[in-house]
């Protein structure tokens, strides 16, 4: 059977920070594709532009150059309205460094996406409350996201991305602070996610431990992809 349509696909995309002599060249005609119903991980050492890569598919940053697309719509070429338009109705994003609105009650924080797509406070409040359960945060949904743990922080950001079962879930570095058996139960509900076929999930990690949750690896070096992985069970992984 030939491999399906790419759900997700970057082109020859290159980005750069900062000018001169200073300038860092964070993609350097990067190619990737995550096929829908998938989940796919991306590895590589710190510094090779995984996030930056990560960005530039969620729309949050623009390439400098190449061509990004996403469920068959060019998103290069979007307007600022458009890109957000499609960024809230079809992306769930946990980032690096969590992001939660301090301001905000973990509950609130959960209930953001929902309330940005049009549902109800009273709906928002039951599906935050239910998600942030399922992530073992049941009965700290009153409290600021600042009086939890780096872990307890970790499930608040990634029940705000799976919340309102987006279309493209990207995850960066999601289990960097939960313990393994916290990790493997995240992983779990990611995967899960993903096994539609109109959704597909992007993750990306250095933990060796939740590799076996990958549909495909794709290994990046210096800004760009160096090679995929077809059976991540095949990769040499570390006993944990
Ligand atoms: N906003 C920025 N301004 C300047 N340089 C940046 C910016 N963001 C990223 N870079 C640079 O681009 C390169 C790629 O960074 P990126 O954050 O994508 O790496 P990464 O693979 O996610 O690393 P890590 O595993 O440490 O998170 C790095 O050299 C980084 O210093
Ligand atoms: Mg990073």
Redesign the pocket.
């Known amino acids: 059977m030939p491999d399906p349509a790419p759900a997700i696909r970057l082109r020859r995309v290159d980005k750069s ?2 000018a001169g002599e200073a300038r ?1 060249f ?1 993609l350097k005609q990067a190619d990737f594709e995550a096929r829908a119903g998938e989940l796919i991980m991306l590895v ?10 990560l960005s530039v598919l969620a729309g949050t940053l623009r390439a400098d150059a190449g061509e990004v697309e996403a469920f068959g719509r060019r998103l290069d070429g979007l307007g600022q309205a458009e890109l957000t338009a499609f960024r809230r109705a079809n992306l769930g994003f946990v980032f ?1 460094s969590f992001n939660l609105i301090p301001t905000l009650s973990v509950r609130e924080n959960v209930m953001v996406p929902l309330l940005i797509q049009g549902a109800s406070r009273a709906e928002a409040v039951r599906r935050a409350d239910a998600m942030l359960a399922k992530v073992g945060l049941g009965g700290r949904e009153d409290g600021p996201p600042t009086a939890l743990s780096g872990g307890q922080q970790q499930r608040v950001a990634i029940a705000r991305a799976l919340v309102h079962e987006p279309r493209l879930l990207i995850c ?2 999601p289990t960097s602070a939960l313990d393994k058996d916290t990790g493997q139960k995240v992983m779990a509900m990611i995967r899960d996610l993903s096994r539609s076929p109109d959704r597909c999930v992007v993750v ?1 990690t ?1 933990d060796h431990r939740i590799f076996r949750h990958a549909d495909r690896i794709a290994e ?1 070096e210096d800004g760009r992809i160096r090679r995929v992985v077809d059976d991540p069970s095949t990769l040499d992984t570390p006993a944990s």
């Open positions: 920070f900062g860092i964070a590589g050492p710190s510094g090779c532009g995984k996030t930056t890569l690096q960066d570095e990306v250095h990046m």
